[in-house]
């Protein structure tokens, strides 16, 4: 019989499940959302019990779209979000819900770590958010035997098994080549008794298998007992694998609420903001992964359409066509610039180049002859200044930044993409398959079940491309001009915004 792989993407929204065959022609896809609780400005709490209920719907779901036997799955990976932190027993039952990825309330055990260590976590990642818990909710802290990521847990309710994935526990400080975390870290920081609480002293590479589905696992999925569970990671770096860009000097934009551009690197990333983190070996071993990320990218079109174009959906419903496609096409012959409008893409802040969280977001340039188009083509160029201003780092640090494989929202829109392409000055080559964690995910299955070598072999063989965009000298010289104006509106403006800023959180 005809083998597949399945791929399993844990994202912020859902779970997103894919079967590919060894080639990397995909079989179908499935995708259930689960809710996230946010009790506080700053939180974001889930329940693991929705992630397996999900995965649960998403496989079945897809094995009956398929009509692909659960004997043809021959392996499966899985990636999920990263900076997840769970407590639970060794059994796997969760102490609490899970702090995701996006939960910052851990933003004053960063300042402190940092003014411990010199090390610039962000509230984000593991340390922080072990601190708050250790000072906010002791009885959580003391009861619970196992300190993990979403990954971790995903692969021990697969598996039986838990383990530390080289991927992801690169954000709490693990370093592969040491073969161990940094120990001195967490004493410095308090909690050096968290590393007993780790998940085992079993380690696995992106690609590795871990172990087979277990009884009860497998009958809960509609999966065979003893199905090949292969090591994922970071839904992000799991991305790079599922668009093609995991060879040194190849940039991968990773687009959707935010924006990540990463890039391998042999050398340490060279930004210096924190050293615990950086790797070796997280993904690709012999690189390291760095990255630049935009906090606010397509959740400002979300945005946009939610407040300003409610009256489009009606119209949309009746035509087929989407809010942002309609859009898209009334802005399509605006001129460069948005006739004089410049946007900031700071609604939630600047993560870089500027880790500045007290800015805001700003467009300047409104008169009476704008419209809607010219707002909406404004925020798609604003989001595209700050991908390039990330883009401007990485050149300042010796990466060449040439060409863009690029996966997510934007890939829909061949506006935006052209946009990019213009102001970027890059080459842009967009994936066919527009799932590029699950993808990923299948390509660690790939390597694990043996089909393909390494990881960049089985990519390059994996992943096709749809679309290469280039870029037209012209618009890039215009664009330059407007890119030009939009860099120095921070230097020009921070002290004002911090002020705004605090100033408005007063009447909070």
Known sequence: MKQYVMGIDGGTGGMRVGIYDLQGNPACFASTPYPTTHLHPGWADQAPADWWRALVQSVGEALQKSGISPRQIAALGVD????????????????????????????????????????NLSPEWMPSKLLWLKENEPEHYEGAQVFCEYQDWMTYRLTGLWSINVNCSCNWGYDARLGDFHRDFYRAIGLADALDKFPDKRVFRVGQPIGGLTEEAATQ??????????????DASIGILGMGACRPGQVALITGSSNLAMVLTPDPPPFGEATVNAGPDNLIEGYYTAYRGQVSSGSILKWFIGEFCKDLSARCEESGESVYALLDREAKDLPIGSGGLIALDYWQGNQHPYLDGNVRGLVYGFSLHHTRAHLYRALLEGIAYGTENLLCQLRENGFAVERLHISGGTAQSDLFLQIHADISNVEILVPRDKQASCLGSAICAAVGLGAYPDLPTASEAMVAMEKRILPDPARHARYQAFFEQYRKLYPQLKDWMHDTTALAADDQ
Do not use: F, K, Y
Not at 80 to 102: A, K
Not at 221 to 234: A, D, E, N, R, S
């Open 80 to 119: 999920t979000t990263n900076c997840s932190v769970l407590l639970c027993q060794r059994d796997g039952t969760p102490v609490r819900d899970c702090l995701i990825w996006m939960d910052v309330r851990s933003a004053p055990q960063a300042e402190r770590i940092r003014a411990l260590t010199g090390e």
């Open 221 to 234: 999925l509609g999966l065979c007992p003893g199905t090949l569970v292969c090591q994922g990671g970071i």
